[in-house]
């Protein structure tokens, strides 16, 4: 079992940063995949950034590339999102997703396992 809680949301005008935090509890797996996502109102959930923690690949989408950069405090046990300039277009709720095991879940949240309970952006112009 692995416990998500995510923080670090809110309201920022376009050009601005947030970093988003995923505190992880509960497991003893050596490795996992580990990720962000996000759903816009009326729109499908998209896969922003993932890392596995075990061969330390990141993935990220197209979307995001350059703005958005995805890390991991081991003592903490925590995942980050940091998110630079931001545009409209990134509000959402964004979610903390996680996979155990060694195999690469990248960003197809079907495979992920295990969910936080989000927390919200919002960009304004």
């Known amino acids: 079992q692995v416990h998500l809680v995510e923080s670090g949301g809110g309201s920022v005008q376009a050009g601005g940063s947030l970093r988003l935090s995923c505190a992880a509890s509960?497991?003893?797996?050596?490795?996992?995949?580990m990720g962000w996502f996000r759903q816009a109102p009326g729109k499908e959930r998209e896969g922003v950034a993932s890392m596995h923690t075990g061969s330390g690949t990141t993935y990220y989408a197209d979307s995001v590339k350059g703005r958005f950069t995805i890390s991991r405090d081991i003592a903490e046990n925590t995942l980050y999102l940091q998110m630079n300039s931001l545009k409209p277009e990134d509000t959402a709720m964004y979610y903390c997703a996680a996979r155990p095991g060694w195999g690469v879940a990248g960003l197809l949240s079907t495979k992920y396992n295990y969910w936080g309970q989000g927390t919200q952006v919002t960009v304004s112009s």
């Open positions: 509960g497991y003893t797996y050596s490795a996992l995949s």
